[in-house]
């Protein structure tokens, strides 16, 4: 079983920044990817960045040059850089977990960008 906590959402100003950590801990066999996403009041959830088994990286196009996802086996944490923020990146931000066969998510983080 593997868990993902979130953290480091919150209320920031447009233009602003902020950096999504998410931590993994239980039995981690093999990671194939891990990703960022999203979820507004009304939308679907919505994939942010993506991270694969060989650094490889994807990006949404409306985070593109503003959003950075970078990894730290060592620490097995993830993080999401976000700069420029727009009122429209508001949602809950998820972690998830690709092992291939099982996708595990975490419980969410609220970002909202509000002035």
């Known amino acids: 079983q593997v868990q993902l906590v979130e953290s480091g959402g919150g209320l920031v100003q447009p233009g602003g920044s902020l950096r999504l950590s998410c931590l993994a801990s239980?039995?981690?066999?093999?990671?194939?990817?891990m990703g960022w996403y999203r979820q507004a009041p009304g939308k679907q959830r919505e994939l942010v960045a993506r991270?694969?088994?060989?650094?490889?990286?994807s990006y949404a196009d409306s985070v593109k040059g503003r959003f950075t996802i970078s990894r730290d086996n060592a620490k097995n944490t993830m993080y999401l850089q976000m700069n420029s923020l727009k009122p429209e990146d508001t949602a809950v931000y998820y972690c998830?977990?690709?092992?291939?066969?099982?996708?595990?998510w975490g419980q969410g983080t609220q970002v909202t960008v509000s002035s």
């Open positions: 991270t694969g088994r060989f650094g490889t990286t």
């Open positions: 239980g039995t981690i066999f093999s990671i194939y990817a």
């Open positions: 998830e977990l690709d092992q291939g066969a099982l996708t595990y």
